[in-house]
């Protein structure tokens, strides 16, 4: 299957930072990629869609300014945690669409935990 | 709304026994459903999706799951487990072009 990287794989950061995660869809292009976040335990959550060229899509209750993202090329999109705090400790999963229509499906990156502190 | 109902949040089988882990959905129309497995720390690797072309799919790993439109299921299988099969497994249900909706997910244990 296709192969979708993330990095970094975890992070640690002092509250009121900044973080920036970057996924990258390394054997095919992605016009579209898609922001998860998972709670320990629990199921994912999409945060938003990300588009190439154009601004991302947010989920409801989730605030854009402060999960800032940039879908700058086909194989890569970035998620800014802004001013971070403990609550936004995470594990952070992005996808990348492959396909169309019938033949569509995400692949899945490794995630990336963030622990801010 | 479309949500997923996975049963059972922990199943535990020992070596070598069938698998079996649930998975329901809500729709009015057959919509494109998925299996993703999770390993520790990792993000999710898929095991097989329907699209409607075949009733039952194969996946990797020897996983294979059953589309019944008449239960709305789509429960995963694996008639032998092994050790390297403990892990969280999701289903998901695609509907439109960006939704995927996750069950809560159900851990697999796998006794020696």
């Known amino acids: 299957g296709a192969v979708v990287s993330q990095h970094p794989s975890w992070v640690i950061c002092k509250s009121g930072t900044s973080v920036k995660i970057e996924c990258r869809s390394l054997?095919?292009?992605?016009?579209?990629m898609f922001w998860y976040r998972q709670f320990p335990k629990q199921s994912l959550m999409l945060m938003a869609t990300?588009?190439?060229?154009?601004?991302?899509?947010?989920e409801q209750g989730v605030e854009k300014d402060k999960f800032l993202i940039n879908h700058a090329s086909l194989t890569l999109s970035t998620l800014t945690v802004t001013s971070a705090h403990p609550e936004d400790s995470s594990f952070y999963i992005c996808?990348?669409?492959?396909?169309?229509?019938?033949?569509?499906?995400?692949?899945f990156g490794p995630g990336t935990r963030l622990l801010v502190l | 709304a479309q949500s997923v109902t996975q049963l059972g949040s922990h199943v535990s089988v020992s070596e070598g026994a069938l698998v079996l882990l649930r998975c329901n959905y809500s729709?009015?129309?057959?919509?494109?459903l998925f299996w993703y497995v999770q390993y520790p720390n990792q993000g999710l690797q898929l095991l097989l999706k329907?699209?409607?072309?075949?009733?039952l799919v194969k996946g990797i790993n020897g996983f294979e799951a059953e589309f019944k439109k008449s239960e709305t299921s789509f429960h995963l299988t694996k008639p032998s487990a092994h050790m390297s099969d403990a892990a969280e497994y999701f289903c998901?249900?695609?509907?439109?072009?960006?939704?995927?909706?996750f069950g809560s997910g159900t851990k697999l244990n796998v006794k020696p």
């Open positions: 996808s990348a669409r492959e396909g169309t229509g019938s033949g569509e499906t995400q692949y």
């Open positions: 729709s009015s129309v057959p919509p494109y």
């Open positions: 998901a249900v695609r509907r439109g072009i960006n939704k995927f909706y």
């Open positions: 990300s588009n190439e060229g154009s601004k991302a899509t947010y």
């Open positions: 329907y699209t409607s072309a075949a009733t």
């Open positions: 054997d095919f292009q992605a016009t579209t």
